[in-house]
């Protein structure tokens, strides 16, 4: 990881020493720690802190509970911002649909379902947990989606409940820039049929 010393120049460009001005100040230091972490030189570092945060629209969509399929339409549509984590996109997930977050999870950024090569899991607290079974998927908490090489038209899978496998199709719709007139995300802009009951048949 780069190092920035206290006495050294703000990455932010404000031409303060850091320790009068990210450093003092939570939201944005978070932001330098997680430049940090990905970029390889500096410039590289000062290029992800001046890009302005993405917005993704995600359209997450219910295709079977179990063994049955879901035969009309049952979606959600959100808009969550980059920093947020797969963790985060799991509990907006669950609130639309009504869902109890009582079980691990886990998302497949692939075309393909239980490709764990691709999975990012964790347990109702978004704590990551170690397979048994020779690899383990990587933890949904540490993910943020400007992290995850997200962009519009991909397709990937979400499974809730590894027994009674609650499986979702989420999509990319949108990728864009963030603006001034975003204001409380995550937020849903969307909602298509009612969400079946967890733990009973769906209704007709």
């Given at each position: 990881?780069?190092?920035i010393?206290?006495?050294d120049?703000?990455?932010?460009g404000?031409?303060?020493?850091?320790?009068?001005?990210?450093?003092?100040?939570?939201?944005?230091?978070?932001?330098?720690?997680?430049?940090?972490?990905?970029?390889?030189?500096?410039?590289e570092?000062?290029?992800?802190?001046?890009?302005?945060?993405?917005?993704y629209?995600?359209?997450?969509?219910?295709?079977?509970?179990?063994?049955?399929?879901?035969?009309?339409?049952?979606?959600?549509t959100?808009?969550?911002?980059g920093?947020?984590?797969?963790?985060?996109?799991?509990?907006?997930?669950?609130h639309?649909?009504?869902?109890?977050?009582?079980?691990?999870?886990?998302?497949?950024?692939?075309?393909?379902?239980?490709d764990?090569?691709?999975?990012?899991?964790?347990n109702?607290?978004?704590?990551?947990?170690?397979?048994?079974?020779?690899?383990?998927?990587?933890?949904?908490?540490?993910?943020?989606?400007?992290?995850?090489?997200?962009?519009?038209g991909?397709?990937?899978?979400y499974?809730?409940?590894?027994?009674?496998?609650?499986v979702?199709?989420?999509?990319?719709?949108e990728?864009?820039?963030?603006?001034?007139?975003?204001i409380?995300?995550?937020?849903?802009?969307?909602?298509?049929?009612?969400?079946?009951?967890?733990?009973?048949?769906?209704?007709?």
């Amino acid at each position: 990881m780069l190092k920035i010393k206290r006495n050294d120049k703000c990455p932010c460009g404000s031409g303060k020493k850091y320790k009068k001005c990210c450093l003092a100040n939570p939201d944005k230091n978070s932001e330098i720690i997680h430049a940090r972490s990905i970029a390889h030189t500096y410039e590289e570092l000062y290029q992800i802190i001046a890009k302005p945060m993405d917005v993704y629209r995600l359209k997450v969509e219910l295709i079977r509970m179990g063994f049955q399929e879901i035969d009309t339409e049952v979606s959600r549509t959100f808009e969550i911002e980059g920093k947020q984590t797969l963790y985060d996109l799991h509990i907006n997930i669950q609130h639309a649909f009504d869902w109890d977050n009582d079980h691990m999870f886990s998302f497949y950024l692939s075309d393909k379902l239980f490709d764990i090569d691709n999975a990012f899991s964790a347990n109702p607290l978004g704590e990551h947990f170690i397979s048994s079974f020779g690899k383990s998927s990587k933890s949904a908490s540490d993910a943020q989606l400007r992290d995850l090489g997200i962009s519009t038209g991909l397709s990937f899978w979400y499974l809730f409940d590894y027994g009674d496998e609650l499986v979702h199709r989420v999509t990319v719709e949108e990728v864009r820039e963030m603006t001034s007139k975003d204001i409380d995300l995550p937020k849903m802009l969307h909602q298509t049929g009612n969400a079946p009951s967890q733990y009973g048949n769906m209704e007709e």
